[in-house]
């Protein structure tokens, strides 16, 4: 769709209806500000429709965040900061004394970060306001329809009732999701844990470790830090699982502390105390016509290993380009069906996590707990299982479909490479393009600049080109989002170039495509050179 009529669509009986924006995200969590804020720095109209008033809550459920959605947020400027307030870990002990080490992760951030959600809100929600975002705060959705040219979504406010359309909409609005219901997806599950207690506290003993966790035969518990001398404690007893709607006090979260983690740390002046329970849950389809779902209204699943935020901002990053594409006029409406190949097993895969981990956890007899013990041991002896196992906590071991006959990097995480002139491949992620890395001894591309100097001369307003720091010969295509969309070793000139010319066409619908790719062309001296690294 064009950009003139890109805000204008036209309903079933074909009459013509004014969009009022291109995109309507309903949740003003992080995924949704991570979502909105990609899109409207790609240039589109994002309403964004919270049922919250504005100022954002301090009562958190999020505390740990992965290296791949730190690598997600470098690529949008915003990840240095995030780590200066929080609390990098290179150690993870979980349940039964098994030990994840992110620091042999090749990664920029080798390590878990400690920090609160609202932290990560606070960054995403400071981007997407600079970028354009309109915040409709205050804003409760009832409902949506949706046509041939467009979605529409009725909200109330407290001024009354009112309707926005778009393009497209987008539900991150979590578990009680209006969307998801608007659209009549199932949500099928059930509950793994009840009578799960949460609180905030302060502490007279500072724990050894600012993300502390633990299970005994009776009971398991987290102490995570705030940094600002409140503690998050998630705790659950197996023998005191009472309904959700019972009361909850400090007395109860020190016993179940104390038979976790054999200490109780002095708590004191709980800010606040709650029960609820925890499910495992994930609707069949990520997308229902012009509709999408995203974060916690997609899936949803016990705390164990620290997935629910990071999995939904994963979810937005991949959403987020491809609507941009779109809505661009750069690629077809078919590609945002890959959202639901891509992000749908990605999905399913944490809630399998997540929910072993929770049922090592609870194992309750003797024999159990001795096959705990066994797999942690496993887990800390064997390097290839301890790597596999920290691959897929941390997200970077998610990889794509490629399809047939495409190359081994293809819909594999590309790490921050190393480019010549100084730079990094995530720090040109942050103008939100393709970036297409080739040999330092290509002739004729044009190169962006990463090390400082001159403004950035990408090829077009599409593709940012750039050249391996090291002698490698492979040619790389990485979307926006951090993943390899194509890849080649080939060094004949006509097998290279015409390679190059269909995945720049495909992948970027972009008119200069074909004399990009006629310009990469291997000098006569490098046509068999061996690859580098």
């Not at 949500?187 to 799960?196: A, D, M």
């Not at 054999?262 to 069949?284: K, L």
């Not at 992000?343 to 003797?366: D, E, I």
């Amino acid at each position: 769709m064009d950009a003139m009529n890109r805000r204008t669509g036209r309903s079933d009986s074909g009459a013509a209806q004014a969009r009022d924006t291109d995109v309507i995200v309903v949740g003003a969590g992080p995924t949704g500000l991570l979502l909105a804020g990609d899109l409207a720095e790609a240039g589109l109209g994002v309403r964004l429709l919270e049922r919250r008033p504005a100022e954002i809550s301090n009562l958190t459920r999020a505390l740990v965040v992965h290296a791949r959605t730190l690598e997600q947020l470098d690529a949008r400027g915003l990840a240095d900061e995030l780590i200066a307030g929080g609390h990098p870990l290179t150690g993870l002990r979980l349940f039964g004394g098994a030990t994840i080490d992110p620091t042999q992760l090749r990664t920029r951030f080798p390590f878990v970060l400690v920090t609160p959600q609202f932290e990560v809100e606070r960054l995403l929600e400071r981007r997407a306001r600079r970028a354009g975002v309109t915040f409709c705060h205050g804003s409760e959705v009832l409902g949506l329809d949706q046509d041939a040219g467009g979605v529409t979504v009725r909200f109330r406010t407290a001024e009354g009732l009112g309707t926005v359309r778009a393009a497209y909409a987008v539900g991150t609005d979590g578990f009680r999701s209006t969307i998801r219901e608007a659209i009549g997806l199932p949500f099928p599950g059930r509950s793994v844990i009840r009578s799960l207690v949460l609180a905030d506290v302060r502490l007279a003993q500072e724990p050894d470790s600012p993300l502390m966790v633990n299970a005994s035969g009776e009971a398991f518990a987290l102490i995570a830090s705030f940094g600002d001398g409140w503690y998050r404690v998630i705790g659950w007893n197996r023998r005191r699982r009472a309904d959700e709607d019972a009361p909850a006090d400090l007395d109860e979260i020190r016993e179940l502390t104390r038979l976790a983690l054999g200490s109780d740390y002095g708590m004191h002046d709980a800010r606040w105390v709650s029960r609820f329970h925890s499910d495992e849950r994930q609707v069949p389809s990520y997308r229902v016509g012009r509709v999408f779902l995203a974060g916690d209204a997609a899936h949803v699943h016990s705390p164990a290993g620290g997935l629910g935020m990071n999995t939904g901002l994963q979810d937005a990053a991949n959403l987020s380009w491809k609507l941009a594409a779109v809505l661009r006029g750069r690629a077809p409406d078919s590609l945002l069906d890959s959202y639901q190949t891509e992000r749908h097993p990605v999905g399913k895969q944490a809630l399998r996590s997540s929910g072993a981990l929770v049922r090592l956890a609870l194992l309750p007899t003797a024999p159990g707990q001795a096959v705990r013990a066994l797999g942690a041991q496993l887990v800390n002896r064997l390097r290839p299982l301890s790597r596999r196992a920290i691959r897929t906590l941390t997200g970077i071991g998610i990889a794509y479909p490629a399809g047939p006959g495409a190359h081994p990097l293809a819909g594999r995480r590309a790490p921050d490479i190393r480019l010549a002139g100084g730079g990094r491949l995530y720090e040109l992620l942050r103008q939100g393009r393709f970036v297409l890395i080739t040999p330092a001894d290509e002739p004729g591309v044009p190169r962006t600049p990463t090390g400082g100097g001159d403004a950035p001369r990408p090829a077009d307003d599409r593709v940012v080109t750039a050249s391996w720091r090291s002698a490698r010969r492979t040619a790389l295509l990485v979307r926006p989002d951090g993943y390899i969309a194509w890849a080649t070793d080939a060094t004949a000139p006509a097998e290279r170039t015409a390679a190059l010319r269909g995945a720049l066409a495909h992948w970027t619908g972009s008119e200069d495509g074909a004399s990009i790719a006629a310009a990469l062309t291997p000098p006569a001296h490098a046509a068999n050179t061996p690859a580098g690294r």
